[in-house]
């Protein structure tokens, strides 16, 4: 199957149904689509709504992973050119950060399976207006579980993409791409690309969270010792 392109990611995403911390992506769409331009100034106010509102505290929403899905298109139809991009770095940044968020809890997203029923009426509150974060705290709860569930979906199409990333470019574009695959190949089991990141692998980031250090050591070394 031939992969979508970054614009038809964004043309053809549900971006009304898909809550993030403010409200859905279909209230700041325009921003996300400035990344399809050239417009610099406006890309970075891209960056601000991503994080702000597709990974507001560390928290996974539902639009959270079309939008990794779609930045990453962006960031591979760059290609080589991803260097002479200033937000590119804070893209992947970005993205890295994601990988980050959803590593501690793997075990447990990935023993359940998704809730339609939740999603289904959370998209008829929508539709209607009528979304009360408390009322429905339950089916929202369940969403942004089935968010978790769509990362995990979306892990080896970004370890991939990633890993391709972090070579052939200048050397900041490259680190940043290598720093941000870490946590997507750990997720997403990679056998392929865990050889490549781990020769490349000089340190792990020195901002790692040091209670996840020996884990994420450890995750990267099951995966060498399957190759």
């Known amino acids: 199957m031939v992969p979508m392109t970054a614009r038809e990611i964004f043309e053809v995403t549900d971006w009304n149904h898909l809550i993030h911390a403010y ?24 960056v601000e709504v991503l994080d702000s509102a597709y990974l507001h505290q560390s928290t996974v929403f539902p639009a959270t992973s079309p939008a990794v899905a779609f930045v990453l298109a962006v960031l591979s139809e760059w290609g080589t050119e991803a260097q002479e991009h200033p937000v590119a770095p804070d893209l992947l ?4 950060e994601v990988g980050w968020s959803l590593y501690p809890y793997l075990d447990d997203v990935r023993s359940r399976s998704f809730d339609h029923g939740a ?7 929508l539709d209607a207006e009528e979304l009360d974060w408390e009322e429905q705290a339950e089916d929202l709860e369940q969403v942004l579980r089935n968010a978790a569930l769509c990362l995990l979906e979306l892990a080896p199409t970004a370890a991939k993409t990633l890993e391709s990333l972090s070579s052939d470019h200048a050397h900041g574009i490259a680190q940043a791409g ?3 695959a870490i946590p997507w190949v750990i997720i997403a089991k990679d056998e392929n690309v865990a050889p490549v990141i781990v020769a490349r692998l000089g340190q792990l980031p020195d901002d790692l969270p040091a209670e996840w250090r020996d884990n994420v050591m450890n995750d990267l070394r099951e995966l060498k010792a399957q190759l």
């Open 119 to 125: 999603q289904d009426r959370i998209a008829a509150a």
């Open 178 to 180: 290598l720093r941000a």
């Open 23 to 46: 409200g859905t992506g279909a209230d700041d769409v325009a921003a996300l689509g400035t990344l399809l331009g050239s417009d610099e100034e406006a890309m970075r106010r891209a």
């Open 93 to 96: 940044a970005w993205i890295e």
